[in-house]
């Protein structure tokens, strides 16, 4: 079945620096791909996507690179802020038009000024 | 526009006692999902529906049930609540069918539910 699998956290950063959170994915077909953001007390939402190989997909300074051949998509950001303090879950979907999501466990991000 | 809202947000149950948590969407939606939430495990399908009167199982789907009954609304219900099932409930709704929305969902801000 689908699987997949986040960097465990939780992860604390100084404010302005380079963030990577790691993401790999198992999966029949051709999936896309997802990361969902929480910030606290909240419910999840869309951060960015990437819907086929080799496409990239960006939002509010983020970005995430669909690699098929590594099967990954980590998340990445050039200079986190305070307010990117968050919980953030890699997830795919099934390609098979029912439009479950499968989520990875998440990572918990603190940015410290 | 509300986008997806949960009602209540937050309750205590003694073990045995039945509950009902409702979600409502008024985005058009077909499709809706229920998830929890636990420490460690990020987000579990209990169960989710792809249309009005029809629902479907997910991954963690005993010891819960569910109805649609109207497009807008996503009903859970705990016939006998059991500590086990003290988490945080995620309900959500998508669009169905359209490839640039594709794994788009809309969460609302969650349920806290504590099973003593």
């Known amino acids: 079945g689908n699987s997949v699998t986040q960097m465990e956290g939780p992860v604390t950063l100084s404010e302005e620096a380079f963030l990577t959170i790691n993401c790999t994915y198992t999966a029949t077909g051709y999936p896309s791909l997802f990361w969902y953001v929480q910030y606290p007390g909240e419910g999840l939402q869309l951060l960015l996507k990437a819907t086929k190989a080799d496409d990239k997909g960006s939002n509010k300074g983020f970005e995430a690179t669909y690699r098929k051949e590594t099967t990954s998509f980590h998340l990445e950001k050039g200079s986190v802020q305070v307010s990117d303090s968050a919980v953030y879950f890699c997830a795919l979907d099934s390609n098979f038009g029912n439009e479950k999501l499968t989520f990875g466990t998440g990572t918990r991000l603190t940015i410290i000024p | 526009n509300a986008g997806v809202t949960q009602t209540p947000k937050f309750r205590v149950l003694k073990t045995g006692q039945s509950m009902t948590l409702l979600c409502a969407q008024d985005m058009n939606h077909e499709y809706m999902y229920w998830y929890r939430q636990d420490p460690g495990m990020g987000l579990r399908l209990i169960h989710y529906s792809v249309g009005e009167g029809t629902t479907a199982k997910g991954e963690v789907p005993d010891g819960y049930n569910v109805s649609r009954l109207k497009k807008q609304n996503f009903l859970l219900g705990l016939e006998s609540a059991a500590p086990s099932q003290t988490s945080v409930y995620f309900c959500?709704?998508?669009?169905?069918?359209?490839?640039?929305?594709?794994?788009?969902?809309?969460f609302g801000p969650g349920t806290r539910l504590l099973v003593l």
């Open positions: 959500a709704s998508s669009y169905s069918g359209m490839t640039g929305s594709r794994g788009t969902q809309y």
